[in-house]
């Protein structure tokens, strides 16, 4: 009997242990994912104060002119929405008094959203597991989320104090408002990161965090309605930066509260973060009610459906907006009629202020055109997160036609831009009726409805950008955008030659009464538009799927 021989067992391999992973790997991978925002709100920023100062200086020159705006604040309306005037003896005084409280707004959602990507995105989309199944615990990389955060705050402030230092405003002033935003942003950031462990999915966290925030811009509009209110400042983060009074009494103190707060919302979300599984959330949803198969039946349903709740809060947000900018009117006619400083101010722009009611809607239409085409680059975006995220693929591979998806795509990102001028144009005219100025409703229309070729115009820009540079969807047209915008009214001030101001498309809009937008204007700026999203949808026919 012959023994055959085995060979001998080869032992298993050792297991690799995996390395940890740095804090600072972590922190450079989310500095990767938010950089491109980051950039363009620290250009708009340092950008928009720029053009504040300039256009106060040129438009009043004398300390006896700039004084007289302190009778702006007799207005309930205006005291709402910017607050009490302070230092506007001071180019840097002006500037946050009168554009002040619209960064604060803007610098507040985009930090919470930014916040909750980098969170609460992450574990939807499933890539927070392959981070997490490092040696790197949550808390950790909750850490490194929002010390990226962090460092986008900072450079916040320095964006928001550099233009002032530059031009030569008060130092104290500038370095007082860049850390107040800093701090602000900071605040924003760590809210944004606590609901993400409070809620679940993403379109949740940040529905409560911009309830949040919108919470605590009414609790400061109401206490700059009346003396009798103004302690209410203290309840609420906008209004500690009000208390601050840069270039006025500069009080330092009062950057306390903000940075306290802050951390005190970042050791919520670190310690929340400790009592949860990755995905889940604090506050889990039910899923005991019936199924709803509402817009269920194509694509094109399907498309509104997913967007039908963020086109309900933009247009919630900008309704309450314009109402109050309509509330405003009567209040900046009768400065106009007896300031012809503030004439020049608005003249200075670009504006023709024979009728100051038409001259002001005009000034308010254009300002709106921008956050207008702003959400044509997110309606798109929501495209591209379908596509980045991988749930495209499951419609495509139904025999959809890309084109035709994303012509119809398009068509519905147009609808949707119009749906929210049009509730933001009744608004505006609801505010002007009610503050008693003597305005039509052709002569609010008008104005707002010549945004229409704008909007158009990035639409066909978010499709192309979509189309040949997925990744930049949102990032393109909204700095473009902001390009755009500051291009025209910086020009303006700055007396820039009419060939530079005629390449952005808001100087082609309307300066009623004198101005009316042409149509030759509207058809050049509507068919660029039309070429634009034409290419896009080629491109987009032709390439691959992309993920993330």
Not at 274 to 284: E, F, I, P, T
Not at 323 to 335: E, I, P, Q, R, S
Not at 418 to 447: D, H, K, N, Y
Request: glycine share 8%; hydrophobic share 55%; aromatic share 8%.
């Amino acid at each position: 009997m012959s023994v055959v021989a085995r060979p001998a067992a080869t032992p298993a391999p050792a297991p690799v242990p995996l390395r940890p992973v740095p804090l600072t790997a972590r922190l450079r991978w989310s500095w990767r994912l938010i950089r491109r925002s980051t950039a363009v709100m620290w250009f708009a920023v340092a950008a928009y104060l720029t053009v504040e100062v300039l256009v106060f200086r040129n438009a009043y020159p004398d300390a006896a002119s700039r004084q007289r705006l302190l009778s702006l604040s007799t207005s309930t309306a205006v005291r709402m929405m910017q607050g009490i005037p302070g230092a506007v003896d001071t180019g840097g005084g002006f500037a946050v008094w009168d554009g002040g409280w619209m960064i604060l707004v803007i610098v507040a959602c985009w930090a919470l959203l930014a916040a909750t990507r980098l969170t609460r995105g992450e574990e939807d989309s499933g890539r927070a597991d392959l981070v997490l199944c490092r040696p790197v615990t949550a808390r950790e990389a909750l850490l490194a989320t929002l010390g990226a955060m962090g460092v986008a705050a900072a450079g916040m402030g320095v964006a928001a104090a550099a233009p002032f230092v530059l031009l030569g405003e008060p130092v104290a002033g500038a370095l007082l408002w860049g850390a107040g935003l800093a701090a602000f942003a900071a605040v924003a950031a760590a809210l944004g990161a606590v609901a993400a462990q409070v809620a679940e999915p993403r379109r949740r966290a940040i529905s409560l965090g911009l309830g949040l925030v919108a919470a605590t811009f009414l609790v400061r509009a109401v206490a700059n309605s009346a003396d009798s209110r103004a302690w209410l400042l203290g309840a609420t983060p906008f209004g500690w930066v009000d208390r601050m009074q840069a270039f006025g009494a500069n009080r330092w103190w009062w950057l306390l509260p903000p940075a306290a707060l802050a951390l005190a919302l970042t050791g919520v979300a670190l310690a929340a973060c400790a009592r949860r599984d990755v995905g889940d959330a604090l506050l889990r949803s039910r899923s005991t009610h019936r199924s709803s198969f509402r817009l269920l039946g194509g694509a094109s349903g399907f498309g509104w459906r997913i967007a039908s709740g963020a086109l309900l809060a933009w247009t919630v947000t900008f309704v309450v907006l314009a109402f109050v900018f309509g509330l405003m009117t009567g209040a900046v006619v009768d400065f106009l009629r007896t300031d012809q400083t503030y004439r020049k101010m608005f003249e200075a722009m670009g504006m023709d202020m024979s009728v100051p009611a038409t001259g002001y809607l005009s000034y308010i239409a254009i300002f709106l055109a921008l956050p207008f085409a702003a959400f044509t680059g997110w309606r798109l975006g929501t495209t591209r997160q379908e596509e980045a995220e991988g749930r495209l693929d499951n419609l495509l591979v139904r025999g959809v036609v890309r084109r035709r998806w994303l012509a119809v795509t398009a068509a519905q990102a147009l609808m949707a831009a119009a749906i929210l001028l049009l509730a933001t144009t009744v608004s505006l005219w609801a505010g002007a009726v009610i503050s008693g100025a003597p305005v039509s409703a052709r002569q609010v229309l008008e104005p707002m409805a010549g945004t229409a070729p704008v909007v158009a115009l990035f639409v066909g820009i978010a499709v192309l950008v979509f189309g040949v540079a997925p990744r930049l969807t949102v990032a393109a047209p909204v700095s473009l955008a902001v390009a755009c915008y500051l291009l025209d009214t910086l020009g303006a001030a700055v007396k820039w030659p009419g060939a530079v101001l005629a390449l952005s498309p808001f100087h082609h809009l309307a300066r009623l009464p004198g101005q009316p937008m042409t149509v030759t204007s509207a058809a050049v700026i509507t068919g660029i538009g039309l070429l634009a999203a034409a290419i896009g949808i080629a491109a987009f026919a032709r390439r691959d799927v992309r993920p993330a």
